[in-house]
């Protein structure tokens, strides 16, 4: 599964996976806890194959972000917890993406980069390649 099912609802912590979609919103499935809810069309919802994180020369998507992490860490957890103090936090993202905006992507951003990135590591949901790639790869070995 890639990162194009998978969201994160205002006002709920963590992230949530795609179930299938109602007449008034959809059904999602909490990666922390594996609750359903109900989320309305009113929801502010993201998707996180669309999110990109600010850098000085452009806008870099959220999956080679996390690519860049999955690297540093040997595809492992991030060696650092989205809690730290700013200082560490603004350092540790420093090394993964040296050129990204410091004054337009925040230490709460970074947070949730930190810990978005440590919850799909715990479902096992490392395939950071976007999804055209993924297709564009299995037609091929056809």
């Known amino acids: 599964m890639g990162l194009e099912k998978i969201l994160s609802v205002a006002g709920k912590p963590g992230l949530y996976k795609l179930i299938t979609q109602t007449r008034t919103g959809f059904v999602a499935e909490s990666l922390l806890d594996g609750k359903r809810i109900t989320v309305s ?16 020369e ?24 989205h809690k730290e103090e700013k200082i560490k936090l603004e350092e540790y993202f420093f090394e993964v993406l040296p050129n990204y ?7 709460s951003d970074i947070k949730k980069v930190i810990q978005w990135y440590n919850i799909l ?4 949901i490392t395939d950071f390649s ?13």
């Open 41 to 56: 069309l009113r929801s502010s919802v993201s998707v996180l194959s669309e999110i990109a994180i600010y850098t000085l």
């Open 101 to 107: 905006d410091e004054d337009r992507v925040y230490v």
């Open 58 to 81: 452009e806008e870099v998507p959220l999956r080679d972000v996390f690519k860049k992490i999955q690297v540093k860490e040997d595809g492992g957890k991030t060696s650092i917890g």
């Open 121 to 124: 590591v715990d479902n096992k």
């Open 130 to 142: 976007s999804e055209e790639v993924a297709s564009e790869e299995a037609s091929e070995e056809e």
